[in-house]
Structure formats: structure tokens, C-alpha cells
């Protein structure tokens, strides 16, 4: 927020009036937008959840931010999967249906593919587990005027031809007190040190000379990014509204598991966005950019109604085939990593070469 002031950008709210749409077990239900609202399962199934989420809260809290390696149980923690952790403390299938949506909307991996020690920690880096969920006084509660890219493009007026685009570094050589860096191009820049603020996977297949520790090597072998592919579905209007929705849907069958109302500020145009994630993101990545539209047409009508078919335009990103990024939203630790790898997260390579 702070920056997003300093360059003088406007946020708007994302659209959060009226009613979610809540699909579990084939079956769908109204959840009131309201943070701390609660979906309507029977009473079993929804005593199991709060026991579930109870448990979760107080394991994230015991995780140290600085070092997570050390929290209490840590190496049981991550000798699991999170799909482990889950079976062990939710008795119901919608309450493990629950957080493993959550997992696929947070990580965009299945809870299969994640440290339960990971999941905690992650958890605990902000407010609360809520807050990462939440569109009131929550991470999705505001939105940029323009897109989000418009960080990006503000700082880089500012910088002027300090920034060199399509440009991609292909070696790194450094010694004590100097770093080049070579483009793919052939072209070669000299600095006192460096920053490498790629994917862990990415910043590995960096060539680097003196080559990388095994450690630090070994640590980027470790962190896969996520599956998902994301879209914008375009109406003439934000229709759900008038029916008293928030465009906001959550449930446990995909390929489209999540949506949110993206429209504009200006509500020019009416767009839902959805994802496609974790193993709905890799199976449906080999798909055609026409069946994918079809899919999600075929969900959203699910979930709001029949005018959901009739939309005006289709727009898709697919994260994983992304060449510098080669999937969202970030690296995941997977068991083991954070208590065989953690402390050389954050180690400087040599003193010029530093990763974020």
C-alpha cells in the first residue's frame, strides 16, 4: 500500500456485496460475503471443520517466521505431507474437501504435493489463515486501478533506460569483488553485485562461475512452482450482481475450483476470473484454448446460472507453459526441504550474488 502510493496509483475494491456461491459434495449453497461467515454443512461435517481449522491455527502459530526448521515437531512436519496432516485431524470428507481447495487456491499444488510444515508456516506469515482467504479486511480485499501491472510500469518510468527488456541473463560469473552478467544476446554487464529474483527452479538453470554450492543447488532443485492457468470470462455486464452474488465460488469440483468478480471499477464490461489449478492446471494445460473456454463456461454456468454461457470474450493465461515463470504463484517446499534446506535459503552465495 505503501507503494502503491508512493507512485500514485488508485485502488478500488474488489466486489464483495452479496452472497457466495459454495459448491461441496455436489451439492450448492449461499454463503454470506461477511468475513468470518461459515458455509452450511450439516452439523457433523461443519463441528469437524472448526475442529480442523482450530488445530491448524494453533500448529501455524508455533512455526517461527525466521526459522521455521525449528518450531516444535518440526522435522514430523515435514517428514508429511500436508494431505497426511489432513487425514489425520478431519473425520469428514467435506472438512478434508475444505482444505484441500484451500491448499489449491493458496499454493496452486495438491496438499499431496505439500509440507504440512510448509502449509503451517505459510499460514502464520500473515494475520492469520483467514486473511490469506479473506475479500473483507483481507489479501484480495483492493485492487489497482489498471491492473496490477502498473507497479511494474511506474517503476520502470522512473528508472528509464536503466531497465533493459527482452534481455534474459544466461551466465553469471562472479568473484569477491565483481559480477558479469551475460544476456542471451552475448551482451555482458559488470556491477559490484547482483540480485537474483527468479524462481528458485529458474534461478538454477542459470549458468554461474563459479558454479553454485551444492547446497544452494540442491535447495533450487527443491522448490517447484505451482500449476494453474488463469482467465477472464467478459460479459456486457457484471450480471451476478443484479442476482444478488459477489461472483465469488469456491467447490470441490473443477476444473474451475475459484472465481472472483474482476470486473473494472467502472463496470464497463462485466469479468469473472477463475483458475484452473494444481491437477486441474497440468491436465488441462495439454488441453486447446477452446475446450479450456468450454470447461470453464460449463463451470461458471454451475455456479451462477445459465447467462454465464453467453459471454463476449475470453482471455487466458497459461502460468506453467510461461518461460519465465513456468508456473504460479510461487515456489512451494515439498516434505523434507524445509528442515534439510531452510538455513541456506537466504545465505549469500558469495558476497556479490544475492537471492530473493
Known amino acids: 500500500y505503501e507503494l502503491v502510493a508512493e507512485l500514485g496509483l488508485d485502488t478500488f475494491p474488489t466486489y464483495n456485496t452479496g452472497r457466495h456461491v459454495i459448491h461441496l459434495g455436489g451439492r450448492s449453497s449461499l454463503l454470506g460475503s461477511h468475513r468470518g461467515a461459515v458455509p452450511h454443512l450439516n452439523p457433523i461435517a461443519l463441528a469437524d471443520l472448526f475442529r480442523g481449522l482450530k488445530r491448524f491455527d494453533r500448529l501455524a502459530n508455533r512455526v517461527p517466521l525466521d526459522e521455521p526448521w525449528l518450531a516444535p515437531e518440526a522435522r514430523e512436519l515435514d517428514g508429511q505431507t500436508f494431505e497426511t496432516w489432513i487425514r489425520a485431524n478431519l473425520r469428514t470428507e467435506l472438512g478434508r474437501s475444505y482444505f484441500r481447495v484451500v491448499t489449491e487456491a493458496v499454493f496452486s499444488t495438491e496438499s499431496t504435493d505439500l509440507s504440512a510444515l510448509h502449509a503451517a508456516f505459510y499460514a502464520h506469515s500473515g494475520p492469520d489463515r483467514e486473511t490469506l482467504l479473506s475479500g473483507e479486511a483481507g489479501a484480495q480485499q483492493d485492487r489497482i486501478v489498471g491492473g496490477a501491472i502498473r507497479i511494474s510500469e511506474a517503476i520502470a518510468d522512473d528508472l528509464g533506460d536503466a531497465v533493459r527488456l527482452g534481455s534474459p541473463v544466461r551466465r553469471i560469473e562472479h568473484d569477491t569483488d565483481t559480477v558479469t552478467v551475460t544476456t542471451r544476446s552475448g551482451r555482458s554487464h559488470r556491477a559490484d553485485a547482483v540480485i537474483v529474483a527468479l524462481p528458485p527452479t529458474l534461478a538454477g538453470r542459470i549458468e554461474y562461475a563459479p558454479a553454485l554450492p551444492g547446497w ?41 475450483k475459484v472465481t472472483f468478480d474482476n470486473s473494472p471499477s467502472d463496470t464497463s464490461v462485466g469479468i469473472l476470473m477463475g483458475f484452473m489449478e494444481a491437477k486441474d492446471g497440468r491436465v488441462w494445460s495439454r488441453r486447446s484454448p477452446g475446450e479450456r473456454r468450454r470447461a470453464a463456461t460449463a463451470c461458471l454456468e454451475r455456479y451462477f446460472g445459465p447467462r454465464a454461457r453467453r459471454s463476449i470474450d475470453y482471455v487466458e493465461r497459461d502460468w506453467i507453459a510461461e518461460e519465465f515463470s513456468r508456473g504460479c504463484y510461487g515456489a512451494h517446499f515439498t516434505p523434507g526441504v524445509w528442515t534439510g534446506y531452510g538455513d541456506a535459503l537466504r545465505d549469500h552465495v558469495v558476497r556479490p550474488v544475492m537471492f530473493l
Not at 460479459?235 to 461472483?247: I, K, S
Request: net charge negative; no cysteine; hydrophobic share 35%.
Open 216 to 256: 544452494r543447488d540442491q535447495l533450487t532443485q527443491r522448490l517447484p512452482a505451482g500449476s494453474v492457468i488463469k482467465f477472464h470470462m467478459v460479459y456486457d455486464e457484471p450480471f451476478w450482481r443484479a442476482d444478488g452474488l459477489t461472483g465469488q465460488a469456491a467447490s470441490d469440483t473443477g476444473p474451475v
